[in-house]
């Protein structure tokens, strides 16, 4: 077990770029979800696949915010046009698609918008 | 909402007491999970207790459920410097595949 791979670890990027980060999920696991968490706050929802259907993504993502897994594997989540209130830690975790299966999480990616 | 509250927001122990950690909700769930975050990282699973569960012991840890006022805690007992983190309950509803998070603990053990 590996465990989940995320990459970068940090991004900084000056306000107008796109940004685009990496997921690997724990090889067997057919979920994986993406989180955002800022300062002081717990993890907020942003998608889920299953396998390589997005079934779910937040309200409060903005189009900016595009997530893809193509090959049900890895997935990548972009962010176009950055914003300084994107600045944050992105979390990717995976499970298994048992009841009660435990999320594994990676260690994030902290986004800093200039 | 399933999402889970955690109270209270801060806690700030001597190294060798024990911890309590509330949690509440408002749907009827399935299961409840707590997890566990240290600065900088990701979280990490602690335990699962299901809705039919009064209490469960891992290690050091013991959560409780009490379904009908729909609470649970985790004690944490002899805390170390390590516990030191931010503690996450995540109540599952039926069949849902998502785990919504509230602002979590703050754990502090001083040495």
């Known amino acids: 077990d590996t465990g989940v791979s995320q990459n970068p670890r940090h991004k900084i990027t000056k306000r107008g770029q796109n940004v685009t980060f990496r997921c690997d999920p724990i090889?067997?696991?057919?979920?994986l979800y993406w989180y955002r968490q800022t300062l002081g706050q717990g993890p907020e929802f942003l998608t889920y696949f299953q396998n390589e259907a997005q079934l779910e993504k937040s309200r409060l993502l903005s189009d900016r915010f595009s997530a893809e897994r193509p090959k049900g594997s890895f997935s990548t989540l972009e962010i176009q046009r950055t914003e300084q209130g994107d600045s944050a830690m992105y979390l990717c975790a995976s499970s298994s698609t048992g009841e009660g299966s435990p999320l594994h999480f990676g260690n994030g990616t902290r986004l800093t918008v200039t | 909402s399933q999402q889970g509250e955690e109270d209270p927001q801060a806690l700030s122990i001597q190294e060798g007491e024990n911890a309590t950690m509330n949690c509440s909700y408002k749907t009827s769930i399935n299961n409840l999970q707590w997890y566990r975050q240290n600065s900088g990282r990701g979280l990490v699973h602690l335990i699962l207790i299901r809705s039919n569960e009064r209490e469960k012991h891992s290690g050091r840890l013991r959560v409780t459920l009490d379904t009908s006022k729909k609470s649970s805690s985790l004690l944490i007992t002899a805390s170390r410097a390590a516990d030191t983190a931010s503690y996450f309950c995540?109540?599952?509803?039926?069949?849902?595949?998502?785990?919504?998070f509230g602002s979590g603990t703050r754990l502090l053990v001083r040495p």
């Open positions: 995540a109540p599952r509803m039926d069949s849902s595949y998502k785990l919504i």
């Open positions: 090889s067997e696991h057919n979920r």
